[in-house]
C-alpha cells in the first residue's frame, strides 16, 4: 500500500491554460530544458517570450500553452502547440512546439496529463490530427515508447541543419 507522500508524487497534477503570470516559471524551466538539450538552442529572450505567451492567451483558437502543477503549486512542466490548415486541406492539424516536464516529475503523470491536455484543446478547436516529435535529441527510445502509449504512431523523424 502506497503512503500519502509517495501517492502525491504520482497521481496527476493540475494541468491549466498558461498565464502571462507563468512566464518567470516558464522560463526557469525552459533554461533547465536548454542546459539538458543535446541541441544548441538558441538562448532565451524574456521580452521575445513574454510577447509570444501574449499572442498565445490572445488566440487559444490557433495556439495553446499548458502548465503542469506539482503538489505545491509549483509549474513542473509545460507543453506549448499550435492549430493550422495544411498546405492541401483546410483540416486543423495541432503542432506541438515545446514539450518539457522537469528531471524530477518524470514518471510522475504530469507529462501524460499535459499531453491529454494538449487532445483535449485539438480536439474543442476541431483539429483532427495531433503531431508530438522530439527536438532535443534526448531519450529518443523513451519518449517514442511514452508518445506510442498515448496513441502516437512512430511516422517519420526531423532533421535539423543550422544554417550560416
Avoid at 509570444?52 to 503542469?68: C, K, N, Q, S, W
Avoid at 534526448?138 to 526531423?158: A, D, N, Q
Wanted: proline letters at 4%; glycine letters at 8%.
Amino acid at each position: 500500500m502506497l503512503d500519502g507522500s509517495l501517492i502525491a508524487d504520482v497521481l496527476p497534477r493540475r494541468v491549466r491554460a498558461a498565464t502571462l503570470e507563468d512566464l518567470p516559471q516558464i522560463l526557469a524551466l525552459g533554461e533547465r530544458m536548454r542546459a539538458e538539450s543535446l541541441i544548441a538552442f538558441d538562448p532565451i529572450e524574456p521580452a521575445v517570450a513574454e510577447r509570444m505567451l501574449g499572442i498565445i492567451v490572445a488566440h487559444p483558437d490557433r495556439f495553446m500553452a499548458a502548465v503542469a502543477e506539482d503538489s505545491g503549486g509549483r509549474i513542473c512542466g509545460f507543453l506549448t502547440a499550435f492549430a493550422t490548415e495544411t498546405s492541401w486541406s483546410s483540416r486543423l492539424c495541432a503542432i506541438h512546439d515545446i514539450f518539457f516536464v522537469a528531471p524530477e516529475r518524470r514518471g510522475s503523470l504530469a507529462a501524460s496529463d499535459l499531453v491529454d491536455h494538449f487532445h483535449a484543446w485539438a480536439r474543442r478547436i476541431g483539429c483532427r490530427r495531433t503531431i508530438m516529435a522530439v527536438h532535443t535529441k534526448l531519450y529518443l527510445e523513451r519518449t517514442g515508447r511514452f508518445y506510442e502509449k498515448k496513441g502516437y504512431t512512430h511516422i517519420g523523424g526531423v532533421y535539423m541543419q543550422e544554417l550560416n
